[in-house]
């Protein structure tokens, strides 16, 4: 059957495929890196940040010079996402997906579903034959690591060149199959340069209760013991996104919900009914044109359909971006793959999209708290067990833990490292005092820079440049050492905590050495001022900083 997405409106006119600064420099870092032999590499780059854009302008370079190119992707969603962003910036392409009506083998672009790689190849048919003379491949979502697709790229002629692309690659073994990555912008950086939108995020102050759930092979809880205590809060979840829509936007908005299961998530489309809400649930129960048919109709901007609810379909690269809120259902015990990626599904911007809300009732936002600013802030950019990030399961925030976290003033929850509340600017009192908790409710956690130190960072001559200033640091460390490199190291790593408010990226270890020539008139005296606040006394001779 033909595509619901393209028979709802006549074909847009072909738009110029125009790349943004960050984008044009990462295809250029990419091209740079096939010339030097790296035929399989990874594209970094945060949810809605434009990895497909950057893919498309890959594969219109090897159109361009009559190459044939495959790019694969995932879910029936994508599949159909990617073929309208194929077609709005006119690339020619036939899609591979069981009995779609798009099927043109002998385009030179070629849309093949992951799912269509694994049970075709090897049979003999139209994907064996079709997908023979390639010289460039994209993989979508590159961090889910199909076997039938790793043993098809395995199969694959030397010379062809191999880009993943991805905004979470924390799976463990990606190192084994891709031998470089390219960090293509941090989360952080394009929040402020309003690209993407940064989630109020707020999170209940008790969570479903996982005590009693298994724990599957796999680290994660048990989806029967989670559907169990998912079923139990729907009324919490519905009267909560009543209540913080109604304060934020003036009622009920587009909305996407995580559920545990799909049982769960049919109880959730259930609870909203009878507030008058229509929300539709995602699952293997829906036939491919029913499931296009609800996601064609969620994207029209006065959808009927309020909210889509899914345990899985829509947290990867689901592209709606007027969506302005995310309920997040499904409790996470190790995936911060996932959970990065659900939250990037609110992220995108939107003409006249000025906030964006994550209403959080299984506790990731704080379980993954640390790790969610870290890599915001910094990326990443390099390939090996540091980055796998969905290795080791984050304990849930104990009480003690809620209570330091939660603003006296506003009920902002403060993320580690911050002396002042991020949203109302009251100080965090020493110790906790007078703190209550309501059942029930949500506060505000503001996924923000961990730092409550007061520096003008983007005007500073030492501190705009993380790298630079960790150098300076080191420079400054290792003559105070004498030549200790790791004292020095560690010093220059907890000056850099004192500024910035997290100790500096892991791969700062292996890249930086020590170059005297950032000891600076300037840096020595920013650095002394710092020892001296470490020491609670400043020197006589030290200026301001």
Known sequence: MRDLLSDLDPAPPVKELVLYDYQSAAIDAA???IRRGHRRQILCSPTGSGKTIMGLGLMQGAMRAGSRSAFVTDRTALVDQTS??????GLDHGVMQATHWRQRPGALVQLVSAQTLGRRLGRGGYVDSHLRDLRFVLIDEVHTLYDSTLEWLAMLPEHVAVIGLTATPFTKGLGRHYGAIVNVASTDALIERGMLARPLVYVATTEMDTSGVAVRSTGEWD????????VQIVGDVVSEYVKRSGEHFGGSV?????SSSVRHGEEICRAFAQVGLNFANISYHDSEDDRRAKIAEFRKPDSAITGLVSCDALAKGFDVPDVLVGILCRPLRKSFTTHIQQLGRVMRSHPGKDKALVIDHTGNCLRFLNDTVEFWRDGVDKLDEGAERDRTARPSATEKERKELVCLGCQAILPPGVSACLACGRERPRRPSNVTTIRG??????MGATSGRKFDFDNHAILRNREVAYRTFLAYAVRGKKGDGEAARRWAAAMFKGVYGAFPPWSYNDHIDHDPAYLTLDAERFCRNEMARYSKKRPTNAAAA
């Open 254 to 258: 587009k909305t996407i919900v995580f």
């Open 84 to 89: 309208t962003a194929l077609d709005l910036y």
């Open 223 to 230: 989806d029967g013991g989670l559907e169990r205590a998912g």
């Open 31 to 33: 091209r740079e890196n």
């Open 441 to 446: 409710t949500t506060h505000c956690l503001h």
